[in-house]
């Protein structure tokens, strides 16, 4: 049945990244929204302390937020990576790129480094009437006159137009919507730290990977990644000199970063595959995964092992990494999905975060057509779906190539692949135009030269 403009109710089922990113959008445009999540402090938001926002992700902030908050966003972002760092666990360089996520002061297209928990005090901020916190999503019907209701676990109801499904990989709402659409195990774990950046713990770094984000390929298919992040506010919570009276301005005028309590560190991830792991791992609390993380890396560098051993013990906690298995597209209703409940991949691109943004971009595009009268709802919705399932399952793909997060696994193969790759990492990093392909390559899938 028709929808008319005027009549246009859009209930999000999640407050997310994504979610949220389409709740302003909608905001903006003056299309009613209701965003219903279980937990006003989510903790599986905090799952790998940073997000990495490439141009794609930029952009889809930069038009779905109003113009001030865009601007705070980019003000509460860390110091952006020079370099990305290939090392041996003993910390010996196999390859260096810079230029790989250019430090542009472009505010839009550039790489960006933000801390979860502030993107999502940033993203709360100014859709505080629309966010509806301890709703725990149970089930949907459909009715008859086109309208789409939710029922949540607290006996309450909200029905609208169209119901978006942004409650992640474990959407409730793809599992009934979706039932044929499944999740499978990528294969590694992921163990994370959280270490505060002080003058002992910057020592434990090379220069360069203090300036950027590095990458260790280890034997028996071990890997860990490391980001700085370096904030524009002292241990204290106030702007630091030198960022800028604009910058300082926002910062003082913005609620969020008195809520906020993240402050410089270091984040690191220890992956591992899963067969080499105890069958519980996923039920092991911090104590037991520090001296796990500790027993597997007893040859890595000390200044390494000083990073683990000094991390916060109440950051700690092991992750099941996860990948979407991609479908055909299927009818278009008055239900869709965007980001994490529909495509989750693995993080060996990095683009997680930033296909969520893009598809709330998109689908707010495709929605503000209706409200002008352009486009019917489900032709509008089938537009959107067609699209993002293009471009969402060909980034599950091409994470998932990448190993999800490990490296060479296999006793006597994996060892011989690991030595050829290191030898072609050191043979590239004395090959300047090589490098130079290779970032332009990785660029170009992050969005640097895309404007959708």
């Given amino acids: 049945m028709p929808v008319s403009p005027s009549d246009l109710h859009v209930l999000v089922i999640g407050a997310g990244t994504g979610g949220l990113c389409l709740a302003h959008g909608l905001k903006r445009a003056g299309i009613r929204v209701s965003v219903y999540e279980r937990d006003h402090t989510r903790a599986d938001g905090l799952h790998g302390y940073r997000v990495g926002i490439d141009p794609d992700g930029s952009r889809a902030l930069r038009d779905c937020l109003p113009p001030e908050?865009?601007?705070?966003?980019?003000?509460?972002?860390?110091?952006?990576?020079?370099y990305v760092n290939f090392l041996t666990?003993?910390?010996?360089?196999?390859?260096?790129?810079?230029?790989?996520?250019?430090?542009?002061?472009?505010?839009?297209?550039?790489?960006?480094?933000?801390?979860?928990?502030?993107?999502?005090?940033?993203?709360?901020?100014?859709v505080e009437d629309v966010v509806h916190f301890g709703k725990t999503f149970e089930r949907y019907e459909t009715g008859a006159d086109g309208t789409v209701t939710a029922y949540f676990e607290d006996g309450t109801s909200a029905t609208g137009t169209l119901l978006v499904a942004a409650d992640g990989s474990n959407s409730r709402v793809r599992r009934q919507y979706l039932p044929h659409a499944r999740m499978e195990p990528a294969g590694p774990i992921g163990i994370t730290g959280k270490v505060a950046l002080t003058a002992q713990t910057g020592a434990l770094l090379t220069p360069k990977m203090?300036?950027?984000?590095?990458?260790?390929?280890?034997?028996?298919?071990?890997?860990?990644?490391?980001h700085v992040m370096e904030f524009p506010w002292d241990?204290?919570?106030?702007?630091?000199?030198?960022?800028?009276?604009?910058?300082?301005?926002?910062?003082?005028?913005?609620?969020?970063?008195?809520?906020?309590?993240?402050r410089d560190y270091i984040d690191w991830g220890l992956v591992v595959g899963s067969r080499r792991l105890p069958p519980d791992i996923m039920d092991w609390k911090s104590p037991d995964l520090y001296r796990l993380v500790g027993e597997r890396t007893t040859n890595w560098h000390p200044d390494l092992r000083e990073l683990f051993a000094l991390a916060d013990r109440n950051s700690c906690f092991p992750i099941n990494i996860r990948t979407s298995v991609p479908i055909p597209q299927w009818e278009t209703t008055s239900v869709?999905?965007?980001?994490?409940?529909?495509?989750?991949?693995?993080?060996?691109r990095g683009v997680g975060a930033n296909t969520a943004l893009r598809d709330a971009r998109l689908l707010c595009r495709k929605l503000t057509a209706v409200r002008d009268g352009e486009l019917p709802l489900l032709e509008a919705v089938r537009a959107y779906e067609t699209r993002m399932i293009d471009y969402g399952f060909d980034a599950v793909r091409k994470s998932l190539q990448s190993g999800g997060g490990t490296g060479p696994d296999q006793p006597v193969v994996g060892r011989a692949l690991l030595g050829a790759m290191r030898t072609g990492m050191r043979l590239v990093n004395h090959l300047?135009?090589?490098?130079?392909?290779?970032?332009?390559?990785?660029?170009?899938y992050r969005g640097h030269d895309r404007e959708d």
């Fill in 69 to 82: 908050l865009y601007d705070t966003f980019v003000a509460t972002c860390a110091q952006a990576p020079e």
């Fill in 89 to 126: 666990e003993k910390r010996k360089e196999l390859l260096s790129l810079d230029g790989f996520t250019t430090a542009d002061p472009d505010p839009v297209n550039s790489e960006k480094s933000v801390s979860r928990m502030t993107l999502r005090q940033v993203l709360l901020t100014g």
């Fill in 210 to 226: 203090r300036q950027g984000i590095s990458m260790i390929f280890a034997p028996k298919g071990h890997f860990c990644i490391y």
């Fill in 235 to 262: 241990a204290a919570g106030a702007p630091k000199e030198g960022i800028g009276s604009a910058d300082s301005e926002l910062l003082s005028r913005w609620p969020g970063l008195t809520f906020d309590n993240s």
């Fill in 336 to 348: 869709t999905l965007l980001g994490d409940a529909i495509h989750t991949m693995t993080p060996g």
């Fill in 432 to 444: 300047p135009p090589v490098k130079r392909r290779m970032a332009d390559n990785h660029r170009r």
